[in-house]
């Protein structure tokens, strides 16, 4: 027995002998290269580390944008299943999270070796903290109490991982959709801020990698994310929301009212301040939900488009928008995202005439002493271009032109000026180009200004008075600005500030003066002739003139492509106080879905609507009397409304500011740009005898059967441009 | 008292208790090796699954103090006392493989677990221990009739009847081929015969070769009817042709033992436990030992395990019996098969088979049976009487 111990000994030391032997040739003969298959097994790059882009913040600390941390919810069905005890208590702590567990059950059954299938997306932080410290409590309890293995609830969760990301947050839903943008999932910005700051917005994502150090032994290092900076905007929520109040009431006063559709093709409202451009709120009808930016049935009551994308003349219905195709459906949530103060370009109309008479003015071309007779049309180079009255407003001053609107007078100042002199001062007035506002997008339209060289008589004619030449909201409003703070040029912004996302301030953004556009003297003629277009006897802008304030401003019609439709563009663009102004309105009505659309009522309207809330807010004293309508109107205003974000007017209130605004002073309607002269009112003029239409309203030549206004005489049924054939260049 | 004192003086006079500091050292060498490396391989996973690094050092150390506290009272009890529960205890290794049908708990694709109060306990390693006692007694009684082929089958029965029970009702192919090496090495040293050994092992060689012919040859004729062993054995042939299945955690266990190099890359820095070798604490710790430790690690362990079976033979050669002498090659054969299979895995000498590291792999109930081995080993060692020792040398 004792050789044979031996005998068993030297088998196993044998044994021992020939496996050393075998670990000794893998070394020897593989070492090398096992050593390089294990080195480039190790992920050294792994991981990127997600930045938070910053925020948009407005000019009273309200969020408009945000970052928020969320977490894509990862089953392991591999791992769930790996004991038949974990299934239950996985899917139970699933359920918890919101997550439809009898999906998830069938899921997993089905594909028992998918190890990476995302079952929720965008949990939210809180909501993933809550359940991780519930895990924990439980956990710890279920080791407390010994509970068995196989009947732990909180231990036997598995399978169940998240993965960290950022998603774009708008808690103010649609509010200044326009100007806010949205950014798409890979942190891409559209449209406005998001698009136009994004690389401001954006950070540096951060890294976690792996490299190996000189003894091949592997480390691993964290560069930390470095997030995007904030932007502190002008924008005032407050403002934002009056505006988009009255964008929003306009619309459902108006909507489905002549055809289907929207209350107007489009509605453009922007309040500015007139001393350092800045825009304290910028809006457009209709918007979207910045946080469901793809939400097709926006675009309902949007006007069809044809091959060129301009409006058709048709709108869109709901059935047409479910029936839309994925081509159209892009096309039509890009002119819903467009931002039409910016993006879109019409012809301005009479509000471009202090415009013309500011060029003379400046030009030395006329003083502002002279006095234009109108006969309610001029011959200019064989063509007859007819005044809005066709009926004639009389021998009317420089001043006065501006009060009631004439073409006539406005050709004549024109003419005075040359087309030299005209030309020149649209480029000074920066007409056709950018103004170079802070938005995406902001479009050019130097293709749709005339050159002197190409311009001929008509073409200046037509010019004058705001038809004919194409430019932007933006365009006009900054002007405008220029023309009457004393002449100083300010570059239109939205962003005053950037900072860190710690909250240092990385940038200011000061006020701009890019040019002088006219002298003092002369912005202080244009404030006092804007003024008489409020306060004149044949004013054409009393409708817009809030309770308590006293405004300037200019009405403006402006006849759409093609000629003979009828259809307009009516805006009124206004300021305050008249003789130190600070804040400027200009409220573009493109298209109202109304019989008759040559009415700035439309615009004035919601000019006045808007001011009687944003003055007051704003803490601009009161300088008018108020009449007992009026007191009662602002008391009932002001129990609606609180100035706060999410309060909106109660419409019982608006309706009675309605219908006091028509009984007021005596003149019922805004009667844009055709009010028709003192003297002719006395004379009992020809139309004055005409039948009124039961159905309109309007009174009836009965040689034509044409529409004419009631208290100007304007002829609804013909236009100004009848005879004008003028190309765009 | 003075009774009490006279009696203590007069065995120290008699006969000086032989207690084998040697195999006591490289016992809990080994157990505290075993535990530092176990705490290496398993933290990174453990750390991830668990959120507690320490979650398997914690369960082994608890196994391993409470193996230690039987291994203490086995090594003072007279191991005379374990031939008389000889069929009690494989009545109990019986009971317990039985038990499985009904109340065993299924771990990775195997049934092979029992629960006691939240603790987990594997049958095949009592059934071990049985074979080991049972076979010692049935040596004993038969004598010289051990040379006989009746009595060979006699002795080879019971254990028979345990492996063919682990195999069939647990699968569990390794453990019932270590019940039949424990026997096959007592009956070795127990008939003085060469001959018919060396027959037996040319037949179970030849028996393995076919095997393997065989399934190559299925293979050959429909790769998709092959059960889990048939893969294996091609996965140890061709390991880099299935490295992304079969043979992913031999090829990862291979690159393991090459990138060690000499002196390894240090304690703690091993890559392949990274996610690389799962579950490395188990089967494959050999390999992390070889990556962090190097082929210098790696043989210093061998020769830790050579140092202690040679303590075995040397008790089993001074055993005052038989039945102490069985149970020391019992033991001696247990540690030295499993070693030796689990080298080979981890080297892929052989086919990918679950044999564990003994004293270092983790799992409980095998180092609590192991430490009741050597429990039994030390009581064997404590009967001999010094000056017999002194008189074979």
Redesign the interface.
């Given at each position: 027995?004792?050789?044979?111990?031996?005998v068993?000994?030297v088998i196993?030391?044998l044994?021992?002998l020939g496996?050393?032997i075998?670990?000794?040739a893998?070394?020897r003969d593989?070492?090398n290269?096992?050593?390089k298959?294990?080195?480039s097994?190790?992920s050294y790059d792994s991981r990127v580390i997600d930045f938070k882009r910053g925020s948009i913040i407005d000019a009273k600390g309200t969020v408009l944008a945000d970052s928020e941390l969320v977490y894509d919810v990862i089953v392991d069905a591999k791992q769930m299943l790996s004991?038949?005890y974990y299934l239950e208590p996985s899917l139970h702590a699933l359920e918890e999270l919101g997550i439809d567990s009898a999906a998830v059950r069938r899921y997993v059954t089905d594909n028992p070796s998918s190890q990476y299938y995302i079952v929720m997306k965008n949990l939210p932080y809180a909501r993933k903290t809550a359940y991780d410290e519930r895990l924990r409590v439980g956990r710890e309890q279920e080791e407390e109490n010994?509970t068995?293995?196989?009947d732990r609830i909180y231990s036997n969760i598995k399978g169940i991982w998240f993965d960290a990301n950022y998603i774009r947050n708008y808690p103010n839903g649609s509010l200044a959709c326009d100007v806010i943008g949205f950014t798409n999932g890979s942190n891409q910005g559209q449209f406005g801020l998001e698009e136009y700051y994004n690389d401001t917005l954006n950070g540096t994502p951060g890294r976690e990698y792996g490299y190996l150090d000189e003894m091949?032994?592997?480390e691993r290092t964290t560069i930390d994310a470095t997030d995007g900076y904030n932007l502190i905007t002008t924008i005032d929520a407050n403002i934002q929301s009056i505006i988009e109040k009255y964008l929003k009431q306009f619309n459902d006063e108006h909507a489905n009212a002549v055809h289907t559709g929207n209350g107007a093709n489009n509605v453009g409202c922007i309040v500015m301040n007139v001393k350092t451009g800045e825009i304290l709120g910028m809006g457009s009808y209709p918007g979207f939900d910045l946080n469901d930016p793809y939400n097709i049935a926006m675009v309902t009551g949007m006007p069809r488009l044809n091959e060129k994308d301009a409006p058709s003349g048709e709108y869109l219905t709901g059935e047409d928008v479910n029936a839309m195709s994925a081509d159209d459906q892009t096309r039509y949530l890009n002119a819903l995202w467009r931002n039409y103060c910016i993006s879109d370009y019409y012809e301005p109309g009479s509000v471009a005439k202090p415009f013309t008479v500011a060029a003379a003015l400046e030009s030395g071309s006329i003083t502002g002493n002279e006095h234009y007779d109108c006969q309610g049309k001029l011959d200019v180079a064989g063509w007859e271009i007819y005044c809005h009255n066709r009926y004639g407003d009389g021998i009317i001053s420089v001043s006065q032109s501006i009060e009631m609107s004439c073409n006539v007078a406005l050709m004549e100042i024109a003419f005075a000026a040359g087309k030299e002199n005209f030309c020149k001062f649209q480029d000074i007035f920066n007409f056709g180009l950018k103004t170079n506002i802070d938005l995406a997008n902001e479009v050019r339209t130097d293709m749709m200004i005339f050159d002197a060289d190409k311009m001929n008589i008509a073409d200046l004619a037509t010019n004058s008075f705001g038809q004919n030449f194409n430019v932007t909201m933006i365009q006009m409003a900054a002007g405008f600005a220029s023309l009457i703070n004393g002449g100083n040029y300010y570059e239109p912004h939205i962003v005053s500030k950037i900072t860190s996302a710690s909250g240092t301030t990385v940038r200011n953004i000061e006020p701009r003066i890019l040019k002088k556009t006219v002298s003092a003297q002369t912005s202080a003629k244009i404030r006092e002739y804007c003024h008489q277009v409020v306060v004149g006897p044949n004013g054409t802008g009393k409708t817009a003139r809030p309770a308590g304030y006293m405004i300037g401003g200019k009405t403006g019609t402006a006849e759409t492509l093609p000629r003979q439709n009828n259809e307009y563009v009516v805006s009124f663009m206004g300021f305050t106080p008249v003789d130190d102004p600070e804040i400027l309105i200009y409220v573009v009505v493109d298209r109202p879905n109304v019989v008759f659309q040559a009415d700035a009522k439309f615009a004035t309207g919601i000019v006045r609507n808007v001011l009687t809330e944003v003055l007051p807010y704003l803490g601009q004293p009161m300088t008018e009397p108020l009449s007992e309508s009026e007191m009662e109107e602002l008391s009932q205003l002001e129990e609606s409304n609180a100035y706060a974000i999410g309060a909106s007017g109660a419409p019982a209130a608006e309706e009675v500011e309605e219908e006091e605004t028509v009984s007021e002073g005596g003149i019922p309607e805004g009667t844009e740009d055709f009010v028709t002269v003192g003297e002719e009112e006395k004379k009992e003029p020809a139309w004055k005898s005409f039948e009124i239409d039961p159905e309109t309203g309007y009174l009836i030549d009965p040689s034509n059967g044409h529409h004419i206004d009631p208290d100007t005489g304007f002829d609804y049924d013909s236009t100004y441009a009848d005879e004008v054939v003028t190309p765009i260049p | 008292m003075p009774e009490r004192v006279l009696k203590r003086s007069v065995r120290v006079q008699g006969a000086e208790v032989f207690r084998d500091y040697t195999l006591i050292f490289v016992v809990l060498f080994l157990l505290a090796l075993g535990l530092v490396m176990l705490y290496s391989t398993s933290s990174y996973e453990a750390a991830l699954q668990f959120g507690d690094s320490a979650y398997y050092l914690k369960k082994q150390l608890f196994s391993t103090v409470i193996g230690l506290l039987v291994m203490l009272l086995v090594s003072v009890l007279p191991y005379r006392l374990w031939g008389r529960l000889a069929t009690p205890a494989f009545a109990l290794a019986v009971i317990l493989i039985l038990a499985i049908i009904p109340f065993g708990v299924e771990s990775r694709g195997a049934k092979r677990w029992l629960y006691f109060f939240g603790v987990s306990f594997q049958p095949a390693e009592a059934a071990k221990l049985a074979t080991i006692v049972v076979a010692a007694a049935m040596i004993e009684r038969l004598g010289s009739l051990v040379k006989t082929l009746r009595g060979m089958i006699l002795v080879f029965l019971p254990p028979v009847i345990l492996s063919f029970m682990l195999y069939k009702i647990t699968r569990n192919l390794s453990s019932a081929m270590i019940v039949m090496a424990i026997v096959a090495c007592m009956v070795f040293v127990s008939v003085p015969d060469y001959k018919r050994f060396v027959l037996l092992a040319v037949a179970v060689a030849a028996a393995g070769a076919l095997w393997i012919f065989m399934t190559l040859r299925s293979a050959q004729a429909a790769e998709d009817t092959l059960n889990f062993r048939g893969n294996r054995i091609l996965a140890w042939l061709d390991p880099q042709a299935y490295a992304d299945d079969t043979a992913f955690q031999t090829l990862q266990s291979l690159y393991a033992i090459g990138s060690g190099g000499l002196f390894g890359k240090g304690l703690g820095q091993s890559m392949q436990k990274l996610g690389y070798i799962p579950e490395a604490q188990n089967d494959m710790i050999f390999s992390i030992i070889c990556e962090e430790l190097g082929l210098f690690g790696a043989i210093c362990i061998i020769l830790l395990f050579i140092i202690m079976i040679w303590r075995f033979i040397f008790i089993a050669n001074n055993a005052v019996d038989l039945f102490g002498a069985m149970l020391v090659v019992g033991v001696t054969g247990h540690i030295a098969v499993q070693v030796i299979l689990n080298l080979a895995v981890v080297t892929n000498t052989i086919p990918n088979t679950g044999v564990t590291l003994p004293f270092i792999s983790y799992g409980g109930t095998s180092v609590l049976f192991l430490l009741f081995e050597v429990g039994l080993v030390l009581s064997v060692a404590r009967g001999i009487r010094l000056k017999a020792i002194d008189s074979t040398q």
């Open positions: 027995m004792q050789k044979k111990l031996v068993l000994f196993v030391l044994a021992f496996l050393s075998q670990i000794y893998i070394s593989k070492g290269e096992y050593s298959t294990v080195l097994q190790q004991k038949d010994g068995p293995v196989k091949s032994n592997l | -």
